[in-house]
């Protein structure tokens, strides 16, 4: 990364100058990226990518939708279409005609973490010069930025591997469901690369009454573990077996996305009853929320056998576009944030294991009230929680700066599991832990300035949020 | 207005002259007002104003709630009761009385925009010296002010076209109910001013049953409409009739101010039968919100049809003080906003039309907590939806910083729609205008000082949010 | 206090200067306290302080929660167990221990009002060395300090009564439930501190049937008063009997923590029933509320009546960590705020007394998104509301300045009530109004450098909100 830049902080020369002198501290140190969703088969193929468009804009559901919003349509930018959809909508397949196009709305990113880690991804990773509308057609210098970085794709040196190093990555977790085989990290760590690049156990799609298709995925469950899913009992037991698997393949954390905080402490019976009206369909909406509210905790009872890190990401009205839904699917921009009660909802789960010295809770949220008025309270009150990195929507300079102001007065630092990059978007994560570490670096040197920290102290502690926190948090100092 | 002034530039040197560069894009640009509510009359009329106290303290529910909540009655400050409201009260008639009794509180105003707005009305407007309170009455300069104010609003520079054509404004938009019958537009048409102050159709009185007097409107829209409005089909008639009329009378947008964010799309027939309940009285208050709710909808389905923009503010709990209410009205300061849920409640409606090309929803909130969590998300992912300018309480220099610093990383400047005075008091307007583009020169020379944009494109923005935007979301470029 | 440093003051040097000349204004101004939670036996006896721990780490349970949250349990800090808790516990008794434990963990509190307010002990009160961890023990020069502050406890100067001079306290209101017979109080005022260190009264363990013990409370009111309190009427009376011997005692306000902001104005017959039901144990959770709830209604009554202030704190979930609470007891960190409702809970109170000039109610939250929403706006459109401080886990530097930004445009300076300690942390008083103070003066130098405020002005209003406000809105000018 260019480290000598003075990008992101604070205006003030007293205040930027101490700014500078703690990123100074942080820029160095490896990148540990404990929580993610770039497709492990990217390392473990180690192929080179293919065109600009495929790799920055049709993937990036940020991109998409603020194209979408101002009218642009997915299919427009190579978004491909579900089976079954509306057959008139015609998907670009032109590369450089979706670069164009989205060139020609650049300006739409102004003011948009989208819109800085994309140049820094054009100046960091390929230096090729920045994107600049205009002109007669109105994508300026599309084409140029287009070829450039198309010629730089084809070398070696931005193969993903050699990305990877570049980066100074130590450390990447993937996300997969316990369905998948976890074949990619096979080949890594074959490959030597299994401590480099580990996996991260997400279950939701087999908690999920509502989620289509539950009843196959439990059924295919008992096939891949041997266990006898249709029962309750067999269920957890293969959920186990998936667990120990995960953790073979250097899991040290669960993710659980939830749409609400809500956690329920049934006993086996009850759980079971709910389990097989899943199963046979007679399962309605509060039944669903039940079960995922239960399995929360009974996933937080295996954390505490197996010491996998318990991440939960509740909040997100998903689908909420319905024809973005049906038109192009699942994760492509029509999720929307929605108020979360953590307080009431965590309770039955804190009750349980809050206090409990072997549980390790991090919680994310869409929903900044919370930061002051639950989640920097309970992350300061039980010794179990810890609160994750503004996420999605607040992954973003303002979003981390409020962040900072919002829970360390309660919580403090150490309460707070480091920053996670949650990309999609290989090439983007350094210029994501760069931002988060500028903005760590101006909250503090504020404090410095403002005489609540002296320099010592200030720069030690940059130097936890941007390493050490995360290792010791997700347990990755092995 | 005072160009040359630094009010409200942050302190920072180096900020407060990019400020200053960008604020002089937008200071010379026109004033674009496509939502507020002076009286028509007014300029219809263009007669003088009458003395400062009915100009400026007596129809500002700014001013005298918060004399009030220091406990000087409205009733003191010239503001009339309702008939057959407690008959002990006097209403003050002695404009220079009512003037003393403000100027003595002056100090309440500190650091709020209702002192910044009539410091700059006094400054910028009639060019008096500024208030000062104190003295051995309290009031210190008062009636120097109020002398010179009277002084000027004798002259025929002081009359409404007069300062109309001196505050550079281009489009001013008033807001009208359905039963009125635009009768002062129609003399601003034939004396030219047509294309200058438009209206904005608010059928609020006619689809709400819980607003006393409904069925006696319905039946009046029948008649000025010639529709049989004792039906639902020809209630939906007589509302395509007026929004037509308001079209006519230069109206691009419709205004929408419920309670809640609620949409339901009820079917024909539903919405026939909560309409019979309405009129026959048997509608309780589930009813009363879901045909409220279930006619956003229909007005959206009109809007499609002829264009009107469509404006929701929810969030107002209306006559919250209720002494207030009985004694003095509707719309004079008693109204407390409340927590509004956009994401669950907008479902139907932008189900229905939130990808639709045709229809667009600029939408308002006076809870800010939405602004990362829900409005920004919906603006960021739906091509009809814009967020609106801050409102009513947060309409003010900390309000318009935060909401710029919450909504551009999710929603860009793209989705906004510009600012909107949405007041009642003429004089004031140049000076809201002003703030709205000195706080935004403000946030734009941060992005630009902490390197996140450059400076031509910041320059471009600031013109685009001040100007080029509203004249476009509100579909006014004829 | 060290009235010479920057501590706090905003970095830019124009605005710096005129924080620290606002400042000076306020800093000598005697300090105010009308709301704490000071032990008054502490100064009735004028004892020594035991040992640094038992004075700083024992009783704080920002300190013990802070710790707790590491896994560093309350019993190793010297924190007592229930009788009939976990028997395995062994509570640390030794001082110099627990000073270590916290010493060592002293890097938990960075960024965090704790450390700032235990530093300012450590250096404006006891004149010791700053605290640094380290060392090969981790507790760096833990004994150093422990031994200085040891020494000064020792001395006269030390002594309560002699800080209470030396701290420029002009009042302290301590806080009392009803069945206190106020035999501290007493003694103070036989030693002529009677009008320097009054009590408040605050009922919430008498209304609360969820609260074990509830009737025997009951039963004791009526022994104490004399009054017949199995009825509701005498339960009434002996209430208002116990509030003048709490006015004897210098108390001019009330104050009310309850869970929620809902009040209900019940008839006395239906509260009769309620009442009833809540001793004879046939009251639900609904019951509870609504007697809570009323109750709030009929205190605001007899505040008409005798002219007490009435304070409400809602918003927390008590006991939320149930093993603290179960192993510990009340107040021991383990509450956790929730949202609440102000706007529909406190309608009924504000129908009845909101206009009513003998009324005033105080309103505190933990919940930081109803400032602009719903506290703002009542305390600037009801004569009665006044904004309280920021309360609790707001009681800091950040909270305090966002306390500003978002009230102060909608209700002026003038609605708030200036600042409260809350504090059981005698030493701490003088810190906290401090850090208050600096906030105030770099907010309002803020609204001078923006041109929003002349110097003059910003100038009364730092001295209102330090000592003239209180003073006024607690009813203490006497």
Chains 1, 2, 3 share one sequence.
Not at 447 to 454: N, Q, S, W
Request: aromatic share 10%; with cysteine; net charge negative.
């Amino acid at each position: 990364m260019k480290t000598d830049s003075d990008h992101l902080f604070p205006v003030d020369p007293t205040q930027r100058s101490i700014a500078r002198e703690l990123y100074a501290v942080a820029a160095p140190l490896p990148l540990i990226s404990p929580h993610g969703h770039v497709d492990p088969a990217l390392l473990a193929d180690d192929a080179p990518f293919s065109d600009p468009a495929r790799l920055i804009v049709v993937p990036d559901h940020y991109v998409t939708r603020m194209l979408l919003s101002q009218g642009i349509p997915p299919s427009k930018l190579g978004v491909a279409t579900l089976p079954g959809a509306d057959p008139d909508i015609e998907v670009e397949t032109d590369g450089r005609e979706i670069w164009r196009r989205f060139a020609a709305n650049w300006h739409l990113f102004r003011g948009t973490p989208s819109r800085m880690w994309l140049e820094r991804v054009f100046s960091d990773v390929f230096d090729v010069p920045p994107l600049r509308a205009g002109g007669t057609a109105g994508w300026g210098n599309a084409d140029e930025v287009y070829d450039a970085i198309s010629e730089r794709l084809s070398k070696p040196d931005f193969r993903p591997r050699a990305l990877f190093e570049r980066f100074n990555i130590e450390l990447l977790a993937t996300t997969e469901y316990p369905l998948d085989k976890l074949e990619s990290h096979a080949r890594l760590k074959a490959d030597g690369w299994g401590d480099r690049v580990v996996t991260t156990f997400r279950p939701d799609d087999l908690v999920d009454f509502e989620w289509a298709g539950w009843p196959a995925r439990v059924a295919a469950l008992g096939a891949l573990t041997g266990e006898n899913t249709t029962t309750y009992d067999g269920f957890l037991s293969a959920l186990r077996s998936r667990r120990e698997a995960f953790i073979a393949a250097g899991a040290t954390s669960s993710d659980h996305g939830h749409p609400t905080a809500l956690t329920l402490d049934l006993s086996r019976d009850e759980a079971a009853v709910l389990f097989e009206k899943g199963l046979n369909g007679t399962a309605d909406a509060v039944d669903a929320e039940a079960f995922r509210a239960h399995m929360l905790v009974a996933f937080a009872e295996m954390s505490v056998e197996d010491g996998l890190v318990m991440q939960l990401h509740p909040g997100a009205t998903r689908n909420h576009n319905r024809w973005l839904h049906t038109t192009h699917g699942r994760d492509v921009g029509g999720d929307i944030p929605t108020a979360t009660d953590y307080v009431r909802g965590l309770m039955p789960l804190l009750d349980r294991f809050g206090n409990d010295p072997r549980f390790r809770l991090v919680l994310y949220t869409l929903d900044e009230t919370v930061f002051t008025r639950e989640l920097a309270p309970l992350a300061g009150g039980y010794p179990a929680v810890y609160l994750g990195a503004p996420w999605w929507f607040l992954d973003s300079p303002e979003g981390l700066r409020r962040f900072r102001e919002t829970v360390t007065e309660t919580a403090g630092f150490y309460n707070t599991s480091g920053f996670v990059d949650d990309t999609r978007a290989f090439c983007s994560i350094p210029v994501r832990h760069d931002v988060a570490r500028r903005i760590d670096a101006a909250f503090l040197a504020r404090l410095v300035a403002e005489d609540r920290l002296p320099l010592d102290e200030a720069a030690q502690t940059i130097a936890d949020l941007a390493y050490h926190l995360p290792k010791n948090v997700f347990r990755l100092e092995g």
